[in-house]
């Protein structure tokens, strides 16, 4: 049981290039997220999603592109990458039920744009 | 907009001593509260969690506390160890925001042996 996979997981990019960052989780989770981590500033929501084809903005979506064509991936595109999107990127899925609420986190992808 | 505020955001403490992290939440109608520890390298874990309905939940060392009146909840350490040092965080789920979950802001706790 894998749990939740984040690709790639180290990446630089030049000013204005363009990437996806592929979340796969194999536990049939209906929630989504996407989030940024950033020194002193904790866990920013950049989009989320609450089933496949559903996508919402969050707090901090500016740049940033999403999508969820199947439930088990929820892709995160920069369209034209800006340093200001250096970060470590989090992924996390969950479900709900009477017994558990737990949202569970990929392992990370850390992003350079120089 | 909706938030949660964390503090204190770097704590030391000696082995065996307690450690206690507060955070307060902007939504009252909030229903979730889980918390979370990471280690560095490695994405956030569970580690203990409280629901709206319940004042208090404990988990060996770990306990979680909820006044949902003053809209604040706490994590406890009891018997804190040195593998206990890591980045921890609180998170509260927006109810009137499609379960977006807002994270704090870290505490970073450090114990010396």
Same mark, same amino acid.
């Given at each position: 049981?894998?749990?939740v996979?984040?690709t ?17 989780q194999?536990m ?21 999603s609450?089933?496949?084809?559903t ?60 | =907009? *909706?938030?949660?505020? %964390? ?12 450690a206690?992290?507060?955070? $307060? ?27 709206s309905?319940? =004042? *208090?939940?404990?988990? %060996?060392?770990i ?9 604040h909840?706490?994590?406890?350490? $009891? ?9 921890y ?11 977006q979950?807002?994270?704090g ?9």
């Open positions: 049981n894998a749990g996979t984040q790639p997981k180290f990446r630089v990019l030049k000013t204005g290039q363009s990437m996806t960052l592929l979340c796969a194999d049939n989770h209906e929630y989504m997220y996407w989030y940024r981590q950033d020194p002193g500033m904790g866990l920013r929501l950049i989009h989320y609450v089933g496949e084809g996508t919402a903005k969050g707090e901090v979506p500016d740049g940033y592109n999403v999508s969820r064509l199947k439930k088990q991936n929820f892709l995160l595109g920069l369209e034209s990458a800006a340093p200001s999107q250096t970060s470590v990127y989090f992924c996390a899925s969950m479900t709900e039920n009477r017994l558990n609420t737990e949202a569970f986190f990929g392992q990370g992808t850390r992003l350079t744009v120089v | =907009g *909706e938030n949660v505020e %964390q503090h204190p955001s770097t704590l030391s403490v000696q082995e065996g001593d307690s206690v992290i507060k955070c $307060t939440y902007s939504d009252s109608a909030s229903n979730y509260f889980p918390w979370y520890k990471q280690e560095l390298g490695k994405g956030p874990q569970l580690i203990i969690d409280i629901r309905n319940v =004042g *208090e939940k404990k988990d %060996q060392r306990a979680v506390t909820l006044n949902k009146t003053a809209k909840f706490s994590l406890h350490i $009891t018997e804190t160890q040195p593998e206990d040092s890591a980045v965080f609180c998170a509260a789920r927006f109810a009137n925001t499609g379960n979950f807002y994270f802001t870290g505490t970073s706790l450090t114990v010396i042996p």
